[in-house]
């Protein structure tokens, strides 16, 4: 079992940054392909970015490609993304999730385990 903990959401106006962290339990974080998504009302659930185990393989959605940088931490089990440049439609609920399988997917469905997310608001 792994549980996911996302943590530094909150309200920003647009061109502003955060960064977002995930922080996972369980021995084998440094196995997993590590995902961000997120999910607007009314919307589905979307891929973000995505990193490989070793960080040395990242892929990003074309909507927030050169604005956001996934990155990891295996020694503190955490995985992170920041965002920069914000746009109101980057407004939504963000959640972390591994995917033992290893490779750079983009499917919610291929994903194992998931947080509960973090709530990013973009005002205009």
């Known amino acids: 079992q792994v549980q996911l903990v996302e943590s530094g959401g909150g309200l920003v106006q647009a061109g502003g940054s955060l960064k977002l962290s995930c922080a996972a339990s369980?021995?084998?974080?440094?196995?997993?392909?590590m995902g961000w998504f997120r999910q607007a009302p009314g919307k589905e659930r979307e891929f973000v970015a995505a990193?490989?185990?070793?960080?040395?393989?990242?892929y990003y959605a074309d909507s927030v490609k050169g604005r956001f940088t996934i990155s990891r931490d295996n020694a503190k089990n955490t995985v992170y993304v920041q965002l920069n440049r914000l746009k109101p439609e980057d407004t939504a609920l963000y959640y972390c999730a591994a995917d033992l399988a290893g490779a750079l997917h983009t499917i919610v469905d291929d994903y194992d385990y998931w947080g509960q997310g973090t709530q990013v608001t973009v005002s205009s």
């Open positions: 990193i490989t185990w070793s960080g040395d393989g990242t």
């Open positions: 369980g021995r084998t974080f440094s196995r997993y392909t």
